[in-house]
């Protein structure tokens, strides 16, 4: 977070609650050396951790698991000069134990198509670290950014 | 970019046109040794360079002058399952030229409210590497992901 940028800061349960209601969002991790950012779609688990599904064969598990990353989900209406903007960091894992996998499987992120459930692995995003801030309509903005 | 994905890749023009079109990006940084990302308006320069107008009184340009960073925006239609992803990694410069300032005050990103000149930088980030993907609403999605 920032300072001296005239947002107003959210809370944690303000931030977790917004960033449930996103469809997408993007994690955001390093890629050989580089900084690297991939939008996904997601869901919050019980303790507001993000569950992403993605395949056995794709390398985003390799490249994240085990690391800290963040994640970072916004809205904003550019007409209404409004939006908000939460970012989660916290260590990536990809889930490993059977039971786990199970209980992502019936309530994890829901597919745009079915996948077959052996191609598919959960990552779990920790929410170590939770921040928000939001702009609403009436307040004036320091300048084009939303968040700087 | 990742492989065994299933999205078409764009090419570097195509890339950037769709970056174009965007009204805000995200800025993928690191900030005290962790993962940082922020939503900010933006515009392309002629030289397809991303330019984001900041507060002098911000910690952004501080944190990304002269550092490689990624610059991320994206359009989703969750109903239609369709949309496409660009991401631009660079190195990023906050402008000292005075000249070169002032070309970008006449033409850079449109600030929500008006600023004092006087308290304004801009941050160009240089697009050595632009890579897009897309997905089609009538193309089968491997997962819930757009990206990974």
Redesign the interface.
């Known amino acids: 977070m ?4 005239g947002f107003r800061e959210l809370d944690r349960l303000e931030s977790l609650r917004l960033l449930g209601t996103a ?2 969002g ?5 890629r050989q050396a ?9 869901c919050l688990d019980d303790d507001g951790a993000v569950v ?4 056995a ?4 598990a390799r ?1 994240v698991d085990g690391t ?3 994640f ?1 989900a ?1 809205e ?1 209406d ?1 007409t209404a ?1 409004s ?1 908000w ?1 939460v ?1 989660l ?1 916290g260590a990536a894992e990809v889930v490993t134990d059977p039971a786990e996998h199970r209980r992502l499987a019936r309530r994890g ?5 079915a ?1 077959p459930p052996r191609q ?1 692995v959960f990552i779990r995003i920790l929410p170590e670290l939770v921040t928000g801030r939001e702009v609403a309509g009436d307040r ?9």
């Open positions: 920032y300072r001296n940028d469809a997408i993007r994690i955001v991790h390093t580089l900084p690297a950012v991939l939008p996904v779609n997601f992403l599904r993605t395949s064969a794709s390398e985003l490249a800290v990353v963040a970072e916004d904003v550019r000069r939006g903007s970012v960091t992120p829901r597919s745009w198509v996948v598919e004036a903005l320091h300048d084009a950014e939303l968040g700087a």
